[in-house]
């Protein structure tokens, strides 16, 4: 059974870091790409970042040149180091992995962690 769970959210003043960590039980490669996507309160779950097999990443316009995405790939672990956090990143934080044409599923997610920017 595929699983990803995250760990690391928390509260932050705004400015702050943090960094998250997901841990998959299957090799990160069996993947098409892992990500990251965040769901604040009444929106839509959106994309952060992404980091596909080959290494290329993708970041939302909101978080670019603030957020690197990486990867561990000995551990199966994927990362989001989020820098110089702003009020508007609160949300709930969930893990991706995109298993399209690999997997039984196209889409695998995380349990989600709370990320709270506030002074």
């Known amino acids: 059974q595929v699983q990803l769970v995250e760990s690391g959210g928390g509260l932050v003043q705004p400015g702050g870091s943090l960094r998250l960590s997901c841990a998959a039980s299957?090799?990160?490669?069996?993947?098409?790409?892992m990500g990251w996507y965040r769901q604040a309160p009444g929106q839509q779950r959106e994309l952060v970042a992404n980091?596909?097999?080959?290494?290329?990443?993708k970041y939302g316009d909101s978080v670019k040149d603030r957020f690197t995405i990486s990867r561990d790939n000995a551990k199966n672990m994927v990362f989001l180091q989020m820098n110089s956090l702003k009020p508007e990143d609160t949300a709930v934080y969930y893990c991706?992995?995109?298993?399209?044409?690999?997997?039984?599923?196209?889409?695998?997610w995380g349990q989600g962690t709370q990320v709270t920017v506030s002074s």
């Open positions: 980091i596909r097999t080959g290494g290329t990443t």
């Open positions: 991706n992995g995109d298993g399209t044409g690999r997997l039984p599923n196209v889409d695998y």
């Open positions: 299957i090799s990160i490669f069996s993947f098409n790409a």
